[in-house]
């Protein structure tokens, strides 16, 4: 692998897949512009990331607050050229919920979260994207698209969305030049899933390190064009 002088944006980059992702790009010299709210987390990764042999370039941003995507385009083009792949790999989740009882707050941030801001953040970094060679773009799934489970209300719900999405967006780009994905990764051991699943021995479930070769697998296609 080498994307020594590849640009790629991660949200979610502090815990769990994300970290996982930008650990592993390290090690190939990536430029690597890494996005989650808690600044403490990112200037962790910043550390490894360096020590690895990567580059950079740390933002502390709240993909739910949507009036500040803007500005956050705006501090990213002085200081990159262009964007050659997006890892949307934020989530969030305080707990699972029946739908019988899940208040509309929450629900609609898992929505924001899950749903608009991938969507939202794709469009704001578009020009961005629109410069690269040949970007690729991924969207984080997760079992539920496949077969509906109680109790995750707008999380599951976003997740089978984003299939839809995904094709959305490559009709709207008819041209590959970017490439739109899905990827689920399965169950990995995180906070996301800790919460989600109390009760479950952790080691029973496959660390994020071995969930990231699909995404590997796709990013490595960045610059190349399909037909
Ligand atoms: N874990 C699983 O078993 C599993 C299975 C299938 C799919 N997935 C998906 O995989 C992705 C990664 O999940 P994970 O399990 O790795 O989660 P995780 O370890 O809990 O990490 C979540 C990351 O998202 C960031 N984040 C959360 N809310 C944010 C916000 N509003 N703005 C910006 N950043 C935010 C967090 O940092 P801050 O808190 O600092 O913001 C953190 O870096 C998610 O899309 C999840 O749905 C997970």
């Known amino acids: 692998m080498n994307f020594k002088d590849k640009i790629i944006l991660i949200t979610g980059a ?3 897949l994300g970290k996982a992702l930008c650990l592993e790009l390290a090690k190939t010299g990536c430029n690597i512009i890494a996005l989650a709210r808690h600044e403490a987390g990112l200037v962790k990764l910043q550390k490894a990331i360096e020590d690895l042999g990567g580059r950079c370039l740390a933002i502390p941003f709240d993909l739910s607050r949507f009036d500040q995507y803007q500005d956050l385009f705006d501090a990213l083009k002085t200081q990159i050229p262009h964007l050659d792949g997006i890892v949307h ?4 989740l305080n707990r699972c919920t029946p739908m019988q009882y899940v208040q509309a707050k929450d629900f609609q941030a898992m929505l924001a979260i899950h749903l608009t801001a991938p969507n939202m953040l794709t469009q704001a970094l578009l020009p961005l994207l629109e410069q690269a060679p040949a970007a690729q ?14 109790n995750w209300h707008a999380y599951g719900i976003s997740k089978a969305a984003l299939d839809h999405a995904a094709q959305m967006w490559q009709l709207e780009h008819p041209q590959k030049k970017m490439c739109f994905h899905v990827v689920n990764p399965g169950r990995m051991r995180t906070e996301l899933m800790r919460r989600a699943y109390p009760g ?4 029973t479930i ?3 390190s071995e969930a990231i070769a699909p995404f590997l697998a796709i ?6 064009h399909e037909s």
């Open 14 to 16: 502090s815990s769990g």
């Open 89 to 92: 790999a934020a989530g969030d």
């Open 137 to 150: 773009i991924i969207f984080v799934s997760c079992d539920m698209a496949e077969q509906a489970e109680p």
């Open 200 to 203: 479950l021995d952790p080691l």
């Open 206 to 208: 496959p660390l994020p």
């Open 219 to 224: 990013l490595e296609k960045i610059g190349l």
